[in-house]
């Protein structure tokens, strides 16, 4: 059975994304060692510390398929049909895919939900026993707050935004964590891993 693992890129205060999407300094420590990470199927590479490579690349290797939301896939144009990490993409929306961005890439292994619950339903029927990785913000809050998370990845860079997206979204209520199963302090980014409480 796929277990659903909720992560993201985040600020010490909890945002994933200044107010206008930018990410700042979030994403400095992706260039910051001597350690190369590839997202597969993109081929993105990635220089990090040995103890980010460690912990990053057999997370993005064990992913199976990404849940986004819209606004990503059109932040993103849909990374040029490649998923950012696992084989399949399941894009939560209530509008089609443009039609132009389809016919430009006709072999994405993207899918498209109507409401997260379909759309994390879809993404554990592709993944199989592998993981689905949905992403943090308003998607992955909302999938949070309906039980459907299974655990909790941050990648806490050491900087205070401000303001911005929150990494759990609109989610409001208190969730216990537990503790984390794994600590992982790279440069310039912590890596904690929570298994969410049932």
Request: aromatic share 8%; with cysteine.
């Amino acid at each position: 059975m796929a277990r659903v693992i909720m992560q993201a890129v985040v600020s010490v205060d909890g945002f994933i994304a200044r107010p206008d999407d930018s990410v700042g300094p979030l994403f400095d420590w992706y260039g910051n060692g001597d350690h190369e990470v590839v997202a597969r199927p993109s081929g993105w590479t990635f220089r990090v510390s040995a103890a980010s490579a460690g912990y990053v690349q057999p997370f993005w290797d064990a992913v199976a398929v990404t849940v986004i939301g819209r606004h990503l896939f059109d932040t993103t144009d849909g990374w040029d049909g490649n998923p950012a990490a696992g084989d399949q993409l399941v894009v939560v929306t209530h509008r089609p895919l443009p039609p132009e961005w389809l016919a430009a890439h006709p072999d994405a292994p993207f899918h498209t939900a109507g409401s997260v619950e379909s759309g994390i339903a879809r993404a554990k029927e592709l993944a199989g026993d592998g993981l689905v990785c949905v992403t943090a913000g308003d998607v992955g809050g909302q999938a949070f707050s309906a039980g459907l998370v299974d655990e909790v990845a941050m990648d806490v860079a050491p900087v205070v935004l401000g303001e911005g997206v929150r990494f759990f979204g609109g989610h409001t209520g208190t969730v216990l964590l537990d503790d984390p199963d794994r600590v992982v302090p790279g440069d310039r980014v912590l890596h904690l891993h929570h298994t969410v409480r049932r």
